[in-house]
């Protein structure tokens, strides 16, 4: 905008506020009194406890750059987040070590007899715990989190964490085939949302600190800290801010320092130094991309059918997946759990062809059936285990295609990882870090970059499949991300925008008594009301009406001075909202009720609190243009 109009709505708005001001102060005094010639000074003294109180705290957190608030409170968030990451791997590693003797992921060592009957006891265990929960009450996973920041509130209700804690670790102690990486942001996220909720933060801010539980949980599970924190921007929020950036990174920091010092640093695989051989395999590489991205299709679809089983009883559902795996696991005891184990033995070429065949097919088919059929499991670990088995026959054939010239097969498994956790999450840059930070290793950056590419293109254009969170989140007729604009909005509190300056009046109040008030309010040296409140107390019916129109109908010559509920200019049925809420929502409330203000309220669960605020369609529309470009449409 040039200067010169600048300064025109500079001057425009000076011009309007000194002519309220001249107006209000033109008002004939009452008689035997000239308040406006005695009004005193007030003078406010701010403390240091005032100024740092919690109050207002979470007024600043309402503004959309808040980064010295939420950079404090992501600290907290990843403390949280790493307890919980160290109880909740301690549970599987304890549980595991108690009934088998054996470490959460080596199932091959136990006996035919135990293999087969682990996973149906285990899943008829979490089947018969949570079938009389409603089905809300089991959502879990991923998912489940990027479901309820589709809503305006995000609240992560704390049952839900409960059941991804207790059944997570149980499938998981009990072999069924799924990832903890899943379970672990879950719990992160409803951490942080209780942080939120229980401190009453806007809930703007509240969607940071889940992603930030998300970032911190991804970090601590794989010791990957930018990996966590482009997992959090990617695949959660699907968005990148400065204001919701810089939290993420403190708290994946945070949460991996933690846990680290209670698990050490190793990295989840062993992975040996690989580079390319040579330009001469790229475009084998991009073939194998497309094979893998069939494949992560596949495993998209079946999880898919799974989950539209026509079975509607959660523990015979449950009991299906722990048949499913017990059965497998006769055969393919590899299939077992997350699979991690194997990808060691992958990565240093113990297998054979034949059993990388079937450990495919049967790892595919039993993680969708578990996942698909409700186990609250993830899907990250499982699908680095099938996409290095793909990776591993990938750099097989291409060893007796290119004899002379191919690549180490341990490339072709981190490359086969990569694509497969790229393709079936949609995170292609997410994974690109992972792969990096799990290898050390920048030689494998540009072939892992072409595969990625490939194998995601060919899931979302050719098969026109989405990630397996968002496929989830269709079916429950979810639509993520939200718009641009409306993610604008719910990074921003109302009270933020809202305005303080009003009046509230008894609707029996009449233009004479109006007009003393309004002399009032200039004596206690508050400005010039922009708004005129007129609330109900036996009903709670709040109108509303313009200061400059109260003005001009305090100065009018009435015979018999008329109420305030009587005036014609009084908008009526104000709709009210909390003070914790976001821009996005407060659109949705105007255009619900058709109306062009809103009262902000200090709103609880239980009552409902004084009005603190004013916020109007006009103030939304005007700060959207003025921060995001063209305004929305009011």
Same mark, same amino acid.
């Given at each position: 905008?040039?200067?010169?109009?600048?300064?025109?709505?500079?001057?425009?708005?000076?011009?309007?506020?000194?002519?309220?001001?001249?107006?209000?102060?033109?008002?004939?005094?009452?008689?035997?009194?000239?308040?406006?010639?005695?009004?005193?000074?007030?003078?406010?003294?701010?403390?240091?406890?005032?100024?740092?109180?919690?109050?207002?705290?979470?007024?600043?957190?309402?503004?959309?750059?808040?980064?010295?608030?939420?950079?404090?409170?992501?600290?907290?968030?990843?403390?949280?987040?790493?307890?919980?990451?160290?109880?909740?791997?301690?549970?599987?590693?304890?549980?595991?070590?108690?009934?088998?003797?054996?470490?959460?992921?080596?199932?091959?060592?136990?006996?035919?007899?135990?293999?087969?009957?682990?996973?149906?006891?285990?899943?008829?265990?979490?089947?018969?715990?949570?079938?009389?929960?409603?089905?809300?009450?089991?959502?879990?996973?991923?998912?489940?989190?990027?479901?309820?920041?589709?809503?305006?509130?995000?609240?992560?209700?704390?049952?839900?964490?409960?059941?991804?804690?207790?059944?997570?670790?149980?499938?998981?102690?009990?072999?069924?085939?799924?990832?903890?990486?899943?379970?672990?942001?879950?719990?992160?996220?409803?951490?942080?949302?209780?942080?939120?909720?229980?401190?009453?933060?806007?809930?703007?801010?509240?969607?940071?600190?889940?992603?930030?539980?998300?970032?911190?949980?991804?970090?601590?599970?794989?010791?990957?800290?930018?990996?966590?924190?482009?997992?959090?921007?990617?695949?959660?929020?699907?968005? !990148?801010?400065?204001?919701?950036?810089?939290?993420?990174?403190?708290?994946?920091?945070?949460?991996?320092?933690?846990?680290?010092?209670?698990?050490?640093?190793?990295?989840?695989?062993?992975?040996?130094?690989?580079?390319?051989?040579?330009?001469?395999?790229?475009?084998?590489?991009?073939?194998?991309?497309?094979?893998?991205?069939?494949?992560?299709?596949?495993?998209?679809?079946?999880?898919?059918?799974?989950?539209?089983?026509?079975?509607?009883? !959660?523990?015979?559902?449950?009991?299906?997946?722990?048949?499913?795996?017990?059965?497998?696991?006769?055969?393919?005891?590899?299939?077992?759990?997350?699979?991690?184990?194997?990808?060691?033995?992958?990565?240093?070429?113990?297998?054979?062809?034949?059993?990388?065949?079937?450990?495919?097919?049967?790892?595919?088919?039993?993680?969708?059936?578990?996942?698909? @059929?409700?186990?609250?499991?993830?899907?990250?670990?499982?699908?680095?285990?099938?996409?290095?088995?793909?990776?591993?026959?990938?750099?097989?054939?291409?060893?007796?295609?290119?004899?002379?010239?191919?690549?180490?097969?341990?490339? !072709?498994?981190?490359?086969?990882?990569?694509?497969?956790?790229?393709?079936?999450?949609?995170?292609?840059?997410?994974?690109?870090?992972?792969?990096?930070?799990?290898?050390?290793?920048?030689?494998?950056?540009?072939?892992?970059?072409?595969?990625?590419?490939?194998?995601?293109?060919?899931?979302?254009?050719?098969?026109?499949?989405?990630?397996?969170?968002?496929?989830?989140?269709?079916?429950?007729?979810?639509? !993520?991300?939200?718009?641009?604009?409306?993610?604008?909005?719910?990074?921003?509190?109302?009270?933020?925008?809202?305005?303080?300056?009003?009046?509230?009046?008894?609707?029996?109040?009449?233009?004479?008594?109006?007009?003393?008030? @309004?002399?009032?309010?200039?004596?206690?040296?508050?400005?010039?009301?922009?708004?005129?409140?007129?609330?109900?107390?036996?009903?709670?019916?709040?109108?509303?009406?313009?200061?400059?129109?109260?003005?001009?109908?305090?100065?009018?010559?009435?015979?018999?001075?008329?109420?305030?509920?009587?005036?014609?200019?009084?908008?009526?049925? @104000?709709?009210?909202?909390?003070?914790?809420?976001?821009?996005?929502?407060?659109?949705?409330?105007?255009?619900?009720?058709?109306?062009?203000?809103?009262?902000?309220?200090?709103?609880?669960?239980?009552?409902?609190?004084?009005?603190?605020?004013?916020?109007?369609?006009?103030?939304?529309?005007?700060?959207?243009?003025?921060?995001?470009?063209?305004?929305?449409?009011?």
């Amino acid at each position: 905008m040039p200067p010169i109009f600048i300064a025109q709505n500079y001057l425009s708005a000076f011009s309007e506020g000194f002519e309220k001001h001249t107006r209000l102060y033109s008002l004939r005094p009452l008689p035997n009194s000239n308040p406006l010639t005695r009004m005193p000074k007030k003078t406010v003294r701010i403390t240091p406890l005032r100024l740092f109180s919690l109050k207002n705290f979470r007024r600043s957190l309402s503004h959309e750059n808040a980064l010295p608030q939420l950079a404090l409170l992501a600290i907290l968030v990843g403390v949280i987040t790493a307890f919980v990451m160290i109880l909740f791997r301690s549970f599987i590693e304890v549980g595991a070590d108690s009934l088998f003797g054996i470490n959460s992921e080596n199932f091959e060592m136990l006996d035919i007899v135990v293999r087969f009957l682990s996973p149906i006891i285990g899943a008829t265990l979490i089947g018969v715990l949570l079938f009389r929960l409603p089905s809300n009450k089991r959502e879990t996973g991923v998912a489940h989190v990027m479901s309820k920041l589709s809503e305006y509130q995000t609240r992560l209700p704390v049952i839900n964490a409960l059941v991804q804690f207790f059944a997570g670790g149980i499938a998981l102690v009990a072999g069924l085939s799924g990832g903890r990486e899943g379970p672990a942001i879950h719990l992160g996220a409803t951490g942080a949302s209780v942080l939120g909720s229980t401190l009453k933060l806007p809930y703007n801010s509240i969607r940071i600190l889940v992603a930030c539980g998300a970032a911190a949980a991804i970090a601590s599970s794989f010791n990957t800290p930018i990996a966590g924190v482009i997992f959090a921007m990617e695949v959660v929020v699907m968005e !990148y801010s400065i204001a919701t950036f810089i939290p993420v990174i403190i708290s994946a920091v945070t949460g991996a320092v933690l846990v680290r010092a209670v698990f050490g640093s190793v990295a989840a695989f062993t992975v040996p130094a690989v580079d390319l051989t040579g330009p001469t395999e790229l475009p084998y590489i991009i073939a194998a991309g497309f094979v893998i991205g069939c494949f992560a299709a596949l495993f998209v679809q079946l999880v898919e059918l799974f989950a539209r089983s026509k079975i509607s009883s !959660y523990w015979v559902r449950a009991s299906i997946a722990g048949v499913l795996t017990g059965c497998v696991g006769l055969v393919i005891p590899q299939a077992l759990g997350i699979g991690y184990d194997t990808v060691d033995l992958i990565l240093a070429e113990q297998y054979t062809v034949s059993l990388l065949i079937t450990f495919l097919v049967a790892k595919l088919v039993v993680t969708a059936g578990c996942v698909g @059929l409700g186990i609250p499991l993830g899907v990250i670990g499982p699908s680095l285990v099938i996409g290095a088995t793909l990776g591993a026959l990938a750099g097989t054939v291409g060893g007796a295609l290119m004899p002379a010239s191919a690549s180490p097969i341990s490339l !072709y498994v981190l490359l086969g990882m990569t694509a497969m956790m790229a393709a079936i999450l949609q995170a292609p840059l997410f994974s690109l870090m992972a792969v990096l930070e799990l290898t050390a290793n920048p030689n494998i950056i540009l072939p892992a970059m072409l595969i990625i590419v490939v194998a995601t293109m060919t899931m979302s254009q050719v098969f026109r499949k989405k990630s397996v969170f968002t496929s989830r989140l269709s079916a429950l007729g979810l639509g !993520y991300p939200p718009a641009p604009m409306t993610q604008y909005l719910l990074r921003t509190g109302v009270e933020s925008l809202m305005t303080r300056n009003f009046l509230v009046l008894d609707p029996e109040t009449n233009i004479n008594e109006l007009r003393q008030a @309004l002399v009032s309010h200039a004596v206690a040296g508050k400005p010039f009301p922009e708004w005129i409140i007129v609330e109900s107390e036996p009903t709670g019916e709040t109108s509303i009406l313009r200061g400059e129109e109260a003005l001009n109908a305090s100065n009018s010559n009435f015979g018999s001075p008329p109420k305030l509920d009587e005036m014609p200019q009084l908008k009526r049925d @104000l709709p009210h909202i909390s003070v914790r809420s976001t821009l996005a929502e407060a659109l949705w409330s105007l255009e619900q009720t058709e109306s062009e203000t809103l009262c902000v309220r200090e709103l609880t669960n239980a009552t409902v609190g004084p009005i603190v605020g004013v916020l109007s369609r006009r103030h939304i529309v005007n700060h959207s243009a003025l921060t995001q470009g063209p305004p929305i449409s009011p």
